[in-house]
């Protein structure tokens, strides 16, 4: 048996991400435009969603009252002050930290399905790891599958600590190969090679070779360990990027994304303002 909502929405869906999850559901042609309903806190300069006419409104409940399935893709530290009833919606949440439990208390709803996609859904190559609760039938599973497939590749989870997990691993992935060519780059140029020529380098090496990785290939630790065995300058290199705590400076930015996934609050989600930390420039115990 089938399940198929008759209008999905996306609450923020003017956002960076819910832009994107509307941009590849109707770009894909899994989702006709009059099935999509949008909402945000003001209306888009940019209506069309893949050169489309969707709805849009500022009527959060309106959004609701028209919709089956609903994503809410607000900020988290947003999602409290939303005032909403969602009894007889399948709620999907793609929001940070803000766990089954607390979507199905505040919203009043309990078919919950909690996905983390990331910032590669805008070429549809986003991984997205997700879990439902218990009154989330297997004909609605198949659909949220169908969906997230539209996004780039999906795998379900049981237990909700590897989501808060994968919230830093995968969530937040896009941005740590860019941290490395921010790296890189700034390497370069301070050797005084050409900007455009510095660009080319780096952007060959993150999106030219990581192809090298996918799938049926060899895998990172093999790929890392060949360049190794070869004994070569990219030896050099790596030897002295592990000594000076590569990995260990990559396990303690993911642990810290577990914990601020796991510890959601306003509090906390109000404290990570841009230049707390800058890129760059990470502050020591010392620094005031
Ligand atoms: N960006 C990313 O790479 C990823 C983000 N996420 C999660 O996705 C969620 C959205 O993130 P992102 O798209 O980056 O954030 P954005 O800030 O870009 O978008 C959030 C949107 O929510 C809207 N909004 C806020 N309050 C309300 C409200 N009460 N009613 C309706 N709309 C509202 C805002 O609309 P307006 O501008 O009109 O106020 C805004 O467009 C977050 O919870 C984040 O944790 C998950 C994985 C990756
Ligand atoms: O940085 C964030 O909080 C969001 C959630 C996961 C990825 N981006």
Redesign the pocket.
Known sequence: MSWQPRRLGI??G?????RAMAEAMLGSGWLPPDALWL????LPAQPLISGQPVHWTTD?QQLLNQCDAVIL????Q?FF??SLRAENTLLIS???GISVAELSAHAACSAVVRC????AIAIRGSYSPWLASAEVSAAQRRWVQSMLSTWGSEDELEEEDHLHYLTGLS?SGPAFPALLGRAMSEHALSRGLPAHVVNRAVEGVLVGASPLLAGQNEGPARVAQRFLDYQGTTAAALITMIQEGFEQAIHHGLQAAEQAAFNMTPETMNSRTPDSVPVGAPRTKGDS
């Open positions: 609450i923020g003017n956002g960076w991400l819910g909402s945000g806190r003001t959060n893709s607000l900020r988290p947003d002050a939303l793609v929001m940070a983390m996609p990331n910032a969530g």
